[in-house]
């Protein structure tokens, strides 16, 4: 056994709560996962966390948030990750459900890149610019955010709605003047297509939050699969923190990307698990709050509503 094995199995002999009996789940349960590319499941799956499951999981994988958040809320899942700001468009939207278990990150994977040979230099030169990005993402988001830092009307720039596939496509074609994207889809860009990141969210443009969200009624039927769940991704966040070569690898083969991609998304924006607690409610208010005012939703969030802090002790290490 290699060493990488040994140390994704002595996490989970570490792990107390993951020693659920099996009698305390219902028949034959099925928790059905929403889940996007290089998601909770490649960290799951590399951390080893998913064997000798007490109950069926089902996942389904997505092109973006957007579709995650929709599923949510037509319960044809029962819960599902997604950045904070697709989730404040699904909240906004009527999303019945509520955020469980929170992630932060440095922001830093979250960019607006440009073609290598593109004129623009600085986020100065974005201003009349088209941006591609997925509506309501958190490359929107990064949008909004330098918009407001740059006292921008919403006429001084263009936002082409496309997902990252199309995006991609876009920017290479020369129909976009930039794109704006996220994780592994910059990471790519960078290393293959040799485009350059013009600004990306850190610095206060972004939170660097995200949230597995789950439906009120998976919470109340599922709940012992939930908590068992949302430790067991948990403790994969915090092995992939500390073994990100070996996260890499996997990951790699799991979305079909280089190992040098894999590990500068790993690296770009390292994912720690994060309570819920009063300064992730307000992050996620101010959130809401651009969206809001940019008229991208027409209803506010009350971000305490959309919380449900009774998961936190299945975050702790």
Not at 129 to 158: E, M
């Amino acid at each position: 056994m290699s060493e990488f094995q040994l140390s994704r199995r002595a996490m989970l002999l570490a792990a107390p709560a993951l020693a659920i009996r099996h009698a305390a789940f219902a028949a034959d349960p099925v928790l059905r996962a929403g889940d996007q590319k290089g998601g909770t499941q490649s960290v799951m799956k590399a951390a080893g966390v998913l064997d000798n499951l007490p109950y069926r999981l089902e996942w389904s994988q997505f092109p973006a948030a957007a579709p995650v958040l929709e599923a949510l809320n037509a319960e044809a899942v029962d819960l599902g990750f997604a950045g904070d700001a697709p989730t404040t468009f699904g909240l906004a939207a009527g999303l019945r459900g509520r955020i469980i278990a929170p992630v932060r990150t440095t922001a830093g994977g979250t960019a607006i890149m440009v073609g290598k040979d593109s004129p623009i230099r600085a986020v100065a030169d974005l201003k009349g610019r088209s941006i591609a990005v997925n509506r309501g993402s958190i490359g929107h988001l990064l949008v909004l955010a330098v918009a407001a830092q740059q006292k921008w009307s919403p006429s001084d720039y263009t936002v082409v709605n496309l997902l990252p596939a199309e995006a991609k496509t876009a920017l290479s074609a020369g129909s976009v003047d930039a794109w704006c994207s996220w994780g592994v889809y910059v990471a790519q860009a960078k290393l293959v297509d040799q485009a350059r990141v013009i600004v990306d969210g850190r610095n206060g443009l972004m939170t660097g939050l995200s949230f597995l969200t789950a439906t009120d009624l998976a919470i109340a039927t599922y709940r012992p699969q939930i908590v068992d769940f949302t430790h067991r991704l948990a403790i994969a966040r915090r092995w992939a923190l500390s073994h990100p070569a070996d996260y890499a690898r996997v990951l790699a083969t799991e979305i079909g990307v280089t190992e040098p991609v894999a590990r500068l998304t790993i690296d770009t924006d390292a994912t720690k698990p994060v309570a819920i607690d009063d300064g992730v409610i307000a992050d996620e208010q101010k959130t809401a709050d651009l969206y809001l005012a940019a008229k991208i939703i027409r209803t506010r969030v009350d971000a305490r509503k959309a919380f449900d802090a009774s998961f936190n002790e299945t975050l702790a290490g």
